[in-house]
């Protein structure tokens, strides 16, 4: 029933921005923790940042001051906008959905999540 689509992936030049969107459905974004993950083949997922029931915002330290994740309650949409971009945040990104509250950005707060979607960046 729950289902997150994501989309916004693409192909930009270091230094350019991305805005990645989910949609979610069966499910109310803001009543739960939101979040957004990014993965490498064969790496560990992890979290990038996550947006609460009580709109309190993470970030991890390494897209601090570049990446925010705003949502439309009205949209029932989750956003990442994702600005002054690095070769080293190319990666898949992932929407997930999790209970009320998060406590950090460890994946275990999560219960559903999309497909992902892929991020390049060029030199």
């Known amino acids: 029933q729950v289902q997150l689509v994501e989309s916004g992936g693409g192909s930009v030049q270091a230094g350019g921005s991305l805005r990645l969107s989910c949609a979610a459905s069966?499910?109310?974004?803001?009543?739960?923790?939101m979040g957004w993950f990014r993965q490498a083949p064969g790496k560990e997922r992890e979290g990038v940042a996550s947006?609460?029931?009580?709109?309190?915002?993470r970030y991890a330290d390494s897209v601090k001051g570049r990446f925010t994740i705003p949502q439309d309650n009205a949209k029932n949409t989750l956003y990442l906008q994702m600005n002054s971009l690095k070769t080293d945040h190319a990666d898949m990104y992932y929407c997930?959905?999790?209970?009320?509250?998060?406590?950090?950005?460890?994946?275990?707060?999560?219960?559903?999540w999309g497909q992902g979607t892929p991020v390049t960046v060029s030199p």
């Open positions: 997930a959905a999790g209970r009320a509250y998060c406590h950090s950005l460890r994946r275990k707060w999560y219960d559903y």
């Open positions: 947006i609460d029931s009580n709109s309190n915002t």
């Open positions: 069966g499910y109310t974004v803001s009543i739960h923790c």
